[in-house]
């Protein structure tokens, strides 16, 4: 084991568990007997894991241990929080989110049994969600008498629709993972139990690609997304010149040319 492999598995909360797969890492919610509740600890955790991930991590892939992803907030941790603590906590989720959405690794989500309220939350961080076909999707906020903390009000409508984000919140409507697929929720739906194959596999070919092609898909693009046309182009202008002119850029199209690289077909 490295150094640094030393380090990060040394810094992990207590609630997570980190395990090397080459260079995709994977970490696992670890707190099955309170379904992987977020507590302020994990979410520190989660935190404190972008923040130091090692350079030999190419890629992130996240699930959670026993029956459910993850039930959101650990609502014991709410019960007498003030105002201004309630916004510190609310500004530590999104800390955390913006590490993990952010970095320098793209992140694979895998879904199954509860993904709800803070889960949801941290699964809409993600970079790509694989759902098992357990996998369900709640924000019991509206009937919990709270509100979105982690992010979920700025990602979950751009991910499925800001009229689909009302309905849960105000009518606590649930959907499960083969009609949320193509709503959004996840861009993968598989088997019970095949969800961590599946992302370790998608994690792999993620590793595989030019770093600065990663780099511009996780945050040009949903940069783009957001600002005006015109910046929006000028960006890619810009992004398209800088990754094509990166060594590894030139080799592959070099491989290509020589009929050394693989085609593109439907799989
Ligand atoms: C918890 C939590 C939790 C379970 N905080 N302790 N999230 C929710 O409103 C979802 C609340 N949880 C549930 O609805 C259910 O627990 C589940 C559907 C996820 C799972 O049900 P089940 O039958 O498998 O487990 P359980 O018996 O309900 O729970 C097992 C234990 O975990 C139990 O504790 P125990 O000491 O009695 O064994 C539960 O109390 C505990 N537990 N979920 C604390 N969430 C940044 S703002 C985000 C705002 C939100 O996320 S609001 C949504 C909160």
New binding site residues.
């Given amino acids: 084991m490295s150094d640094s492999k030393h380090r990060a598995a040394n810094a992990l909360a207590p609630t997570l568990q980190f395990e090397r797969h080459d260079a995709v890492g994977v970490l696992r919610l670890s707190r099955p007997?309170?379904?992987n509740?977020l507590d302020d600890a994990t979410i520190g955790g989660i935190e404190d894991f972008f923040s130091g991930l090692p350079d030999h991590i190419k890629a992130v892939v996240i699930h959670g241990e026993g029956?459910?992803f993850c039930?959101?907030?650990?609502?014991?941790d709410l019960a007498e929080r003030d105002i201004a603590a309630g916004i510190a906590h609310?500004r530590a989720?999104h800390r955390a989110f913006e590490r993990l959405e952010f970095g320098r690794a793209p992140v694979v989500a895998v879904l199954h049994g509860?993904v709800?309220?803070?889960g949801l939350?941290l699964a809409a961080a993600c970079h790509i969600r694989v759902a098992e076909r357990s996998a369900y999707y709640a924000l019991?906020?509206g009937s919990?008498g709270?509100f979105?903390?982690?992010g979920g009000s700025v990602r979950l409508p751009r991910l499925i629709g800001t009229a689909r984000v009302v309905d849960m919140m105000l009518t606590g409507r649930t959907y499960g993972a083969d009609e949320g697929g193509p709503l959004g929720f996840s861009q993968y739906v598989v088997e019970a139990g095949a969800g961590l194959a599946k992302a370790i596999e998608l994690a792999g070919r993620i590793v595989g690609n030019a770093p600065m092609t990663n780099f511009a898909a996780m945050h040009v693009l949903p940069h783009n997304a957001e600002q005006d046309r015109a910046s929006g182009l000028v960006m890619e202008a810009l992004m398209a010149a800088i990754a094509q002119a990166d060594p590894q850029a030139k080799r592959r199209l070099r491989d290509f040319l020589a009929k050394r690289a693989p085609k593109t077909v439907h799989r």
């Fill in positions: 007997h309170k379904r509740a029956e459910h039930a959101g907030l650990d609502l014991s609310s989720w509860a709800v309220g803070g939350e019991p906020e919990r709270i979105l903390g982690g």
